[in-house]
């Protein structure tokens, strides 16, 4: 579609996902702002979040003090966010022809309730596709990285101590088969998948985002 988009032609929807301290956010913010250089409509969001429920979903999923919280639980509180961040945000935006950059999506929950918790692929693409009503993204860029580079980024991001959310806390292992199942998922569709590598300067990976974006445009 064009860059130009018209009320009546649909936005690009485009997804970051890759592990935790991967440096999404940066990518995201940069993207928004090359994307509206060029007169684009962009809105920018964030999974588990994005609505009201969703962002109470998130503390609830994220924080410590919930007690246990078991696989399935946690793999269907995702789904229920994101299924109000689709009706309630995604789906009306695109429609409207503005472009939606969203901070993780359904390949989140595939990684890490998936792989990470052992769900399975087919279990959670299951509730997923009930959630979404089978919405993709146009484009999806994992920035890659290794357990040990992400754990080093979030403690250097945050002042040298380790204040890990829920997920972050998990060991290295568990981080590693996440960064394993973006890898696979992004094999299995190299079309609409673009793997960086997250270690590389934040200007080089804009470079070759903005490049593989170009070409959808
Ligand atoms: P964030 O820190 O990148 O905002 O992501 C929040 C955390 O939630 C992160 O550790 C990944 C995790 N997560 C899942 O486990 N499943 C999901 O479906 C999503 C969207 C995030």
Same mark, same amino acid.
């Given at each position: 579609?064009?860059?130009?988009?018209?009320?009546?032609?649909?936005?690009?929807?485009?997804?970051?996902?890759?592990?935790?301290?991967?440096?999404?956010?940066?990518?995201?913010?940069?993207?928004?702002?090359?994307?509206?250089?060029?007169?684009?409509?962009?809105?920018?969001?964030?999974?588990?979040?994005?609505?009201?429920?969703?962002?109470?979903?998130?503390? !609830?999923?994220? /924080?410590?003090?919930?007690?246990?919280?078991?696989? +399935?639980?946690?793999? *269907?509180?995702? $789904? &229920?966010?994101?299924?109000?961040?689709?009706?309630?945000?995604?789906?009306?935006?695109?429609?409207?022809?503005?472009?939606?950059?969203?901070?993780?999506?359904?390949?989140?929950?595939?990684?890490?309730?998936?792989?990470?918790?052992?769900?399975?692929?087919?279990?959670?693409?299951?509730?997923?596709?009930?959630?979404?009503?089978?919405?993709?993204?146009?484009?999806?860029?994992?920035?890659?990285?290794?357990?040990?580079?992400?754990?080093?980024?979030?403690?250097?991001?945050?002042?040298?101590?380790?204040?890990?959310?829920? !997920?972050?806390? /998990?060991?290295?292992?568990?981080?590693?088969?996440? +960064?394993?199942?973006? *890898?696979?998922? $992004? &094999?299995?569709?190299?079309?609409?998948?673009?793997?960086?590598?997250?270690?590389?300067?934040?200007?080089?990976?804009?470079?070759?985002?903005?490049?593989?974006?170009?070409?959808?445009?």
């Amino acid at each position: 579609m064009s860059i130009d988009s018209t009320a009546s032609q649909r936005g690009l929807f485009i997804v970051f996902e890759g592990g935790d301290g991967a440096g999404k956010s940066t990518q995201v913010a940069m993207t928004r702002q090359w994307l509206e250089n060029r007169g684009a409509r962009v809105a920018t969001t964030r999974e588990p979040g994005g609505t009201q429920i969703g962002e109470k979903l998130r503390s !609830l999923v994220l /924080e410590h003090g919930h007690g246990d919280i078991d696989s +399935r639980t946690e793999a *269907l509180i995702y $789904a &229920a966010a994101r299924a109000a961040h689709v009706q309630q945000l995604i789906a009306p935006k695109l429609a409207e022809g503005t472009h939606v950059i969203c901070d993780r999506f359904v390949d989140s929950s595939l990684a890490y309730q998936g792989m990470g918790r052992s769900l399975g692929f087919s279990a959670v693409s299951a509730i997923n596709d009930f959630a979404t009503t089978g919405l993709k993204p146009d484009a999806t860029i994992i920035l890659d990285i290794s357990a040990a580079d992400g754990r080093a980024r979030r403690i250097a991001a945050s002042g040298g101590v380790e204040d890990s959310d829920r !997920l972050e806390a /998990e060991p290295d292992d568990f981080h590693e088969r996440i +960064r394993g199942a973006f *890898l696979e998922l $992004a &094999a299995k569709d190299p079309r609409r998948y673009l793997v960086v590598d997250a270690t590389g300067s934040v200007e080089q990976l804009q470079q070759e985002i903005t490049t593989h974006l170009a070409g959808l445009l």
